[in-house]
């Protein structure tokens, strides 16, 4: 069973094996359509997309953020309809980083099912290696998809305010440094950070080729950023929770899990004027 991430050659090995699906999850925020284009014009044979709006978001009301969660009922369904299983071995990619299929990886370990994987280096390292790609239009068998739910994975805006004074417990934010500190915001409509937060842009657990850090980098530069901070008192977020659990990937993968998802983000979090707001690096 893979619960991290899985290279280009194993996967290739499990394309015919049923017990194995794939998604891709390709998503260009900027031009929300694109993933879905670029399935179509090719990918990993027997892949089924999903889109992060219609499959990996829930409704909007406006202040819970761009892409808030949704209920664990409607995320089983849809996961469901994907054909998965209770067992099946689930592998997703993107485009190069994972930071959309992250997104999945994190939902479907918080609806409890830990067969679940990152293609290392996505679509990019599986054309690398020369592996075949498809355009086929895929079909699959929609299955019941049983959810466990673990809420503990996760924390509410009202949580992450209340223990803001609290130096047990450590928020992360993973954008860039500029969106952190305020000075270049192109997405939300207030900029800065959560205060008392620290910044690992999520882009640092890779290496220059998108794939991830050897575990013994990965722990170390995370053991600098968290210290002796319980893992459980580890808070990770990002401008919409999508970014936010390619951090969470990136200890799970190091040996350092049990960190938890502020899921809404800064972009829930910056909806309340009544919320604190911070700038520059404090």
């Known amino acids: 069973m893979f619960t991290t991430l899985v290279d280009a050659a194993t996967l290739a090995q499990h394309l015919q094996d049923p017990a194995w699906v794939v998604l891709d999850a390709r998503f260009d925020l900027a031009a929300p359509e694109k993933g879905e284009q670029l399935y179509r014009e090719g990918h990993v044979p027997g892949a089924r997309y999903v889109h992060l709006d ?78 075949p790609v498809s355009t086929a239009d895929e079909t699959w068998t929609p299955v019941a998809f049983e959810a466990r739910v673990s809420d503990d994975r996760h924390v509410p805006a009202a949580d992450v305010q209340a223990h803001l004074e609290d130096r047990s417990r450590l928020l992360v934010d993973a954008r860039a440094n500029d969106r952190f500190r305020g000075e ?81 983000s800064w972009s829930e979090w910056c909806a309340s004027p009544d919320r604190p707001r911070a700038t520059g690096d404090a």
Not at 239 to 260: D, F, I, K, Q, Y
Request: glycine share 14%; with cysteine; aromatic share 8%.
């Open 54 to 131: 219609r499959h990996l978001s829930g409704e909007k009301t406006g202040s819970n953020g761009r892409h808030p969660l949704p209920s664990p009922e409607v995320a089983a369904a849809r996961f469901g309809a994907l054909g998965i299983a209770p067992g099946t071995q689930v592998v997703l990619y993107d485009g190069d980083t994972g930071m959309y299929a992250a997104r999945g990886w994190w939902m479907l370990r918080w609806l409890g099912h830990t067969a679940v994987a990152v293609l290392d280096g996505g679509f990019a390292a599986w054309q690398r290696a020369g592996l």
């Open 184 to 264: 270049n915001e192109t997405i939300d409509p207030v900029a800065g950070h959560i205060p008392g937060a620290v910044n690992r842009f999520f882009q640092l657990n890779l290496t220059p080729e998108k794939t991830f850090k050897s575990t013994g980098d990965l722990r170390a530069e995370w053991a600098a950023i968290v210290g002796g901070t319980d893992a459980s008192r580890v808070v990770m977020y990002c401008g919409s929770g999508v970014t936010a659990c390619h951090n969470l990937l990136a200890l799970e993968h190091a040996g350092l899990p049990g960190a938890r998802l502020f899921p809404g």
